[in-house]
């Protein structure tokens, strides 16, 4: 059965930091390396929305605007883990953040159960 289990929310001060992780597994058929990574974030009334996202080896990486030069996502395929760092965090980061796999050929997406990260003094 294939899992996406997040860890790392949690609540901190503007300013701050934290590190995201979504540990892969039972990805049997299709190894974790053939599936492209992203995080998204949902907060409170309003529609999810892409934050990073990441290749298949990691050779490529896009963020939305509003985290761009704060939040960094990698991936170590050896252990078909993905992770968010996220830094210099503000009080409209705070959302509930979930992990994706996505492999386009095999037409398959899957989820993390989310975190939630809120970002407050």
């Known amino acids: 059965q294939v899992q996406l289990v997040q860890s790392g929310g949690g609540l901190v001060q503007p300013g701050g930091t934290l590190r995201l992780s979504c540990v892969a597994s039972?990805?049997?058929?299709?190894?974790?390396?053939?599936?492209?990574m992203s995080w998204f974030r949902q907060a409170p009334g309003k529609e999810r929305e892409l934050v990073a996202a990441i290749t298949r080896t990691g050779g490529s990486t896009n963020y939305t605007d509003s985290v761009m030069g704060r939040f960094t996502i990698s991936r170590d395929n050896a252990k078909s883990t993905l992770y968010l760092q996220m830094n210099s965090l503000k009080p409209e980061d705070t959302a509930m953040y979930y992990c994706?796999?996505?492999?386009?050929?095999?037409?398959?997406?899957?989820w993390g159960q989310g975190t939630q990260v809120t970002v407050s003094s």
């Open positions: 039972g990805f049997t058929v299709t190894p974790f390396h053939h599936y492209a």
């Open positions: 994706q796999a996505q492999n386009i050929l095999a037409n398959t997406v899957y």
